[in-house]
């Protein structure tokens, strides 16, 4: 979000239209699609709450909340919910002048960290949690690539070795909050990859790209898509050894073309465009 708002006249309603233009409609309709199948086949979703307040609440992304966890009908979409929270503090900081946004968000988001502890309940305590914090790296990484800070390729190269050594080791860290577990091994691999591109640049490869293009649509069907599939699988017999695979290549066969049937012509009928100046009209 910094990188693509820094040095840009976008204002907090532009930015939170655009954002919701991206993110709701193609979570709305998985959300549906999935509250359908959890009525009609319960047994296939063990922990997912399909009652009407539940899907109400997960369309807007304030679902209902268990051992402080947020439990949308889409499972993982409880992500989405901590990128709304964070998409409203960042509209507000593109209110202020530029130099003073960076101090903004890195006190909103530690005061509201700091809310956490001090909070006994509610939705207020869940959306406040330190996981937040993964956003405030995000926006240092990004505050360093645009005014130019590198590393030598090397070094790049070894934060993303130790950051995937912490991330596999994060299973025997069962105790410790997720953002020191999880969070830290995540910077470590975003920031050598980042600045190790830009030592080295890496070969532009078109599927690679067409996948990241797909990733979100990846990321909202993924876990209904490989439901369907491996029940599709059992019913057919295929062999338990070749079933992984098939869930994989058959869950992204169908990931891939909800991005180009369902996702790409919604964002290009709702995205609005921004008016040229008359000197290019």
């Not at 009525?39 to 304030?62: A, D, E, R």
């Not at 992204?252 to 073309?257: K, N, P, Y």
């Amino acid at each position: 979000m910094w990188i693509t708002t820094d040095g840009k006249p976008i204002g907090p309603r532009e930015f939170m239209v655009r954002r919701l233009i991206r993110i709701m409609p193609l979570y709305w309709i998985a959300t549906a699609a999935t509250f359908a199948v959890a009525v009609l086949k319960p047994q296939f979703f063990f922990n997912t709450n399909s009652s009407i307040g539940n899907l109400i609440g997960s369309l807007f992304f304030v679902p209902i909340i268990r051992n402080e966890e947020l439990h949308p009908v889409v499972e993982q979409g409880w992500t989405l919910s901590y990128e709304m929270f964070f998409y409203l503090i960042f509209s507000i900081s593109l209110t202020l002048p530029e130099f003073r946004r960076l101090w903004f968000l890195m006190t909103a988001l530690a005061t509201a960290v700091i809310a956490h502890y001090l909070l006994p309940f509610g939705y207020v305590r869940v959306f406040t949690q330190p996981v937040i914090l993964e956003f405030a790296a995000g926006i240092i990484i990004g505050r360093l690539w645009k005014q130019g800070f590198r590393l030598p390729f090397h070094t790049a190269i070894g934060l993303m070795i130790l950051g995937f050594v912490l991330l596999l080791a994060s299973d025997l860290l069962t105790h410790v909050d997720r953002v020191i577990c999880w969070g830290i091994p995540a910077v470590l691999l975003l920031s050598g990859a980042v600045f190790a591109e830009r030592e080295r640049a890496a070969p532009k490869l078109a599927f690679l790209h067409f996948l990241g293009d797909a990733s979100y649509s990846i990321y909202v069907w993924h876990v209904l898509t490989g439901i369907l599939v491996t029940a599709l699988l059992l019913r057919v017999g295929v062999p338990h050894a070749v079933q992984p695979a098939l869930i994989v290549l058959g869950s992204l066969a169908f990931t891939i073309v909800c991005h180009l049937y369902i996702e790409r012509p919604i964002l290009r009928k709702m995205q609005p465009t921004r008016p040229q100046p008359a000197y290019r009209r």
